[in-house]
């Protein structure tokens, strides 16, 4: 049962490095789906047990964060 256990683990591991591999690929946005705005990217570093890392920009748009700071202070339809 144990080599079963192993080989699962294996199987995600593999998982995780494919997702991360295919996402490394991905070019980052440059703009925001939501908004059109031009998006701003802060690095996350991203680690496995089997010491592998990936560093992929996260995007962030200031726009819209900025219209539901402004949305929570109204109630909608004001």
Same mark, same amino acid.
């Given at each position: 049962? @144990? =080599?079963?256990? +192993?080989?699962?683990?294996? @199987?995600?591991?593999? $998982?995780?490095?494919?997702?991360?591999?295919? $996402?490394?690929?991905?070019?980052? $946005?440059?703009?925001?789906?939501?908004?059109?705005?031009? +998006? $701003? *990217?802060? =690095?996350a570093?991203?680690?496995?047990?089997?010491?592998?890392?990936?560093? +992929?920009?996260?995007? *962030?748009?200031?726009?819209?964060?900025? =219209?539901?700071?402004?949305?929570?202070? *109204?109630?909608?339809?004001?």
């Amino acid at each position: 049962m @144990a =080599n079963t256990s +192993l080989s699962s683990t294996e @199987a995600q591991s593999q $998982l995780i490095d494919k997702l991360f591999d295919a $996402l490394s690929a991905i070019p980052p $946005l440059l703009h925001c789906r939501k908004c059109g705005a031009e +998006l $701003l *990217h802060a =690095n996350a570093t991203f680690f496995t047990l089997a010491g592998k890392k990936w560093t +992929l920009p996260l995007p *962030h748009c200031p726009q819209c964060e900025l =219209n539901e700071e402004t949305d929570k202070g *109204h109630p909608r339809g004001r």
